[in-house]
């Protein structure tokens, strides 16, 4: 059982004991949070149990907590994970896990090596992350391949957490955009984009008239030439790339209008279908079929999800998209939620928001992409620095943050780059395990009472979290926890490494250090992985 769960259901337990000793009254116990401190000498988990309740019972936090304290050191399987339990001011619970778990743990790693980090929470529901999903009209920009290492990492952690996962990228081949590429490669009084591949594409269409065909024919060579090769030079791979034309081609897009209508969600205005989003939380009403009989991006984009959640069976899907469609997701969420896509919990659909990015050079923004002349490509940045980089730095802010790439830092081959720091550590322990001789692979225990030092215990509690960041991240999305995680995890490793040194004459203390060195590499190359980030061996 994961270890959080089962302090929820000893805490909880240990509440209703002291509701039927009436020391506290009979209420329905409040959800149980278990908490990571800030500070790692205030404990590894951390309750704040008792100050909900006191404000139920209108008591003293502080009792409270010593009560629940109290109860917590009288249970036996506590007792064998926890060495120590505080109740703080104003009403804290902290724990401190024992050593002999630390070491059972640790051992558990060295059994379980390729699985370590995987997590049951999911239980083999079927979750979609769909992200970048640009349209095939141009090759990436910064700002769209912000999704790709942000969606591509968030399956990672939806996999390790016990979720079946599919990476998708929804190809937008239908309707004005590729109009607008057709009048573009055909250069004429209504083109809309430039650049040398617009210049490519000119000239491979001599022959053929049509707009439409020809915008519809140069969005397949975007995509395979183009969008295609960026993404795999960023280390993604998608398991589904669907085309949006598809939608139209079949009906399925003319069927969840027909649907919508038979359920009395949509009314006619001066000749146009609207939907009542607006008593769904939208702040206005959407049309979904123009007069002219057109249907709308957002009629395709229901149609999409009917699919997804009828014909692909997903219980759960999270589309990754940039900020400048916050204006669409209310209207998708109202859709979907007047197709019957709800469970008791909410919505099945979740639409994270991606802020914008700024390439920074010399301290100042960079403008200018060598492909468009306009804005910078993720091209332009794989020209430069390799994915490991790149997608590392993605990471590192969260999804509603603006990010500044920092170039001169990207190209740092020092420990002021991040990467280089953290990959560096990887490389350092296999250095060390190569001169010690041993076979890393035969290693399967840890003597736990040499392992005393107070660097080797912070590093093993270190490696221990690694576990609640791949639960916490399945949860709330925060996938900028991984890359702070990792840089916490190389810290600890070099202030090991600095002040404890692995290949000495005492046989024990020797072997000891050495397994912690293969869990600790065992640890970096699991988060590293799930981020898509190579872990070295030498440098």
């Not at 009254?25 to 149990?49: C, E, H, R, T």
């Not at 914008?356 to 200018?368: E, Q, W």
């Not at 070099?494 to 050495?514: G, I, K, M, T």
Request: proline share 2%.
């Amino acid at each position: 059982m994961n270890l959080r769960k089962k302090i929820k259901e000893i805490v909880a337990l240990s509440v209703s004991k002291l509701q039927e000793e009436s020391i506290l009254s009979d209420f329905a116990i409040p959800n149980i949070q278990v908490l990571k401190p800030k500070d790692d000498s205030n404990g590894d988990y951390s309750l704040s149990i008792a100050m909900e309740i006191a404000r139920i019972e209108k008591s003293d936090p502080i009792e409270i907590a010593q009560e629940i304290k109290n109860k917590l050191e009288g249970v036996e399987d506590f007792k064998d994970i926890f060495s120590r339990i505080d109740a703080i001011s104003p009403g804290f619970i902290n724990l401190y896990l024992s050593h002999e778990y630390i070491i059972r743990k640790m051992h558990s790693i060295l059994d379980d090596r390729g699985n370590f980090g995987s997590l049951d929470i999911g239980n083999g529901r079927k979750i979609q992350v769909e992200f970048v999903s640009a349209n095939p009209t141009g090759p990436l920009t910064v700002g769209n391949g912000r999704g790709g290492p942000f969606g591509d990492v968030l399956a990672n952690v939806l996999k390790k957490a016990g979720y079946q996962v599919e990476k998708a990228y929804y190809v937008n081949d239908y309707g004005k955009q590729i109009l607008s590429l057709g009048h573009s490669v055909l250069k004429d009084a209504d083109a809309k984009y430039t650049g040398d591949y617009i210049d490519e594409l000119n000239s491979r269409f001599k022959d053929i008239t049509d707009v439409y065909q020809i915008g519809r024919e140069a969005s397949k060579l975007v995509l395979d030439d183009y969008i295609k090769k960026t993404v795999h030079n960023l280390g993604i791979d998608y398991d589904e790339w669907f085309s949006e034309s598809i939608l139209h081609e079949k009906g399925l897009v003319d069927d969840v209008v027909m649907c919508l209508e038979k359920g009395g969600f949509t009314y006619e205005d001066e000749g146009a279908v609207w939907l009542k989003t607006s008593e769904y939380g939208d702040e206005r009403d959407r049309v979904i079929v123009r007069s002219d009989g057109s249907k709308t991006y957002l009629a395709g984009d229901l149609a999409y999800h009917r699919y997804k959640f009828i014909e692909k069976g997903f219980d759960k899907v999270i589309n990754v998209w940039g900020a400048d469609h916050f204006g669409d997701v209310a209207g998708l969420k109202a859709g979907v939620e007047m197709l019957g896509f709800k469970s008791d919990g909410g919505s099945r659909l979740d639409i994270i928001l991606l802020q914008f990015v700024t390439v920074m050079k010399d301290g100042k923004p960079v403008k200018i992409s060598k492909r468009l002349g306009t804005v910078v490509t993720m091209d332009d940045l794989l020209d430069e620095l390799p994915p490991d980089v790149i997608r590392f730095f993605f990471l590192q802010k969260s999804a509603n943050t603006h990010l500044n790439f920092d170039m001169d830092l990207a190209k740092e081959q020092s420990d002021k780059n991040p990467v280089f720091y953290i990959q560096y550590a990887h490389a350092r322990i296999c250095s060390i395990l190569n001169s010690s001789g041993v076979d890393e692979d035969r290693i399967r225990n840890i003597e736990g009472d040499i392992l005393t030092n107070g660097k080797e215990i912070d590093l093993m509690r270190k490696i221990l979290k690694f576990e609640d960041i791949i639960e916490d991240t399945a949860i709330d999305y925060q996938v900028h926890r991984l890359p702070q995680y990792s840089l916490e995890l190389a810290s600890a490793f070099h202030q090991f490494y600095n002040e404890c040194h692995c290949l000495v004459d005492d046989e024990h203390l020797r072997n000891a250090r050495l397994s912690l060195l293969v869990t600790t590499k065992i640890a970096l190359a699991s988060v590293l992985a799930t981020m898509g980030i190579s872990a070295p061996e030498k440098m």
